[in-house]
C-alpha cells in the first residue's frame, strides 16, 4: 500500500509541477484565442479578442499564431492536469491503511487468533524495525557517563533531554544507529525513527556547538553529505542547533515532534 501512495505522490508533484510550468507561460502570452478556418484547402488564422469573428493574422505575424496556440494548449493541459489532481489529492486524503488497521482491531479477540493479516500492522512493523539488532558508535575511554531515563547511554545533557522526551512520549528510536552515506561512510545519527507516514526512516541530528567554528564546519559537512545522499531537512532530516548562549528550546522540540513524528 506504501509503494502505491509513493506513486501517487510522485505523480501528484509531477503534475502540480506541468500546471505550474503551463500557468507562467501562459501569463506571458497575448490576450484573446486563435481561431482557424479554412478557405479553398488554405488555413486562415484569426485572433479573437472582442468578438468570436476575430482579427486575420497575416502570415508575417507568424509569432502571434504560435502564441495563440500555444496558449490554447497549455489552457487544456492545465485542466485536464488539475482534473486528475483533483482526484489523486481526494484518494491521498483516503487512508487504506488506516482503514484496514480499524478493522481488524474491531475483531474479537478470538477471532484476530485465526486470521493472518493480508499487510502487517504498523505496530508490527515498528516493533520488528525496533527489534533488529545494530552496533552503535563505541564510546571513548573517560567519556562523561550520561544515561538516560530509559538507562541508556548518551554522550550529552541535551541527547538525554531528547532522549527522555521521546521515551515519555512513547517514541521509539535508534540511538547513533549507524547509517551509510555514498561519498563518505558511515555516520552515526543521533536518533533514528521510522516513520508511520512513509514507511521509510527519519534522522534527528542535534548539534550542540554551533559556536564552536570546527564544530559548525564539519555539522555543515555532514549536512551537505545528507543532502547528497537524497536526505534533505524538512522530510527525513530533522536538525536541531545550540550554542552556550542559545539552548534546546523545548517549544521548537515539541513542535519537531509534533510535524514529523
Avoid at 543521533?190 to 527519519?202: H, M, N, R, V
Avoid at 541530528?205 to 555543515?220: L, P, W
Wanted: charged share 35%.
Amino acid at each position: 500500500m506504501q509503494k502505491f501512495k509513493d506513486a501517487l505522490r510522485e505523480e501528484q508533484k509531477r503534475l502540480e509541477e506541468i500546471i505550474a510550468k503551463a500557468k507562467k507561460e501562459n501569463e506571458h502570452m497575448p490576450e484573446g484565442n486563435l481561431r482557424i478556418s479554412k478557405h479553398k484547402n488554405r488555413c486562415r488564422y484569426y485572433h479573437c479578442v472582442h468578438d468570436r469573428n476575430g482579427i486575420y493574422i497575416p502570415k508575417r505575424n507568424m509569432i502571434l499564431r504560435e502564441q495563440l496556440a500555444q496558449k490554447a494548449y497549455n489552457s487544456s493541459i492545465i485542466n485536464i492536469a488539475e482534473e486528475q489532481l483533483a482526484k489523486i489529492n481526494k484518494m491521498l486524503e483516503i487512508d487504506a491503511d488506516e482503514e484496514m488497521k480499524k478493522m481488524y482491531d474491531s475483531l474479537h479477540p478470538d477471532r484476530k487468533k485465526l486470521i493472518n493479516p493480508i499487510e502487517d500492522t504498523w505496530e508490527n512493523n515498528l516493533q520488528k524495525w525496533f527489534a533488529a539488532p545494530y552496533q552503535g558508535k563505541e564510546f571513548q575511554e573517560g567519556a562523561p557517563m550520561i544515561l538516560t531515563e530509559n538507562g541508556e547511554r548518551v554522550r550529552s545533557k541535551s541527547e538525554k533531554i531528547l532522549a527522555d522526551y521521546f521515551y515519555r512520549q512513547n517514541i521509539l528510536y535508534k540511538y547513533e544507529k549507524p547509517l551509510y552515506l555514498k561519498g563518505y561512510g558511515t555516520v552515526y545519527p543521533d536518533f533514528t525513527f521510522l516513520s508511520s507516514k512513509t514507511g521509510k526512516e527519519i534522522y534527528w541530528e542535534h548539534e550542540g556547538m554551533m559556536d564552536k567554528q570546527e564544530y559548525a564546519r564539519n555539522a555543515v559537512r555532514k549536512i551537505e553529505l545528507y543532502q547528497k545522499n537524497g536526505i534533505y531537512p524538512g522530510e527525513r532530516l530533522i536538525l536541531t542547533f545550540e550554542t552556550e548562549q542559545s539552548m534546546l528550546n523545548q517549544n521548537i522540540l515539541e513542535k519537531l515532534v509534533e510535524k514529523y513524528l
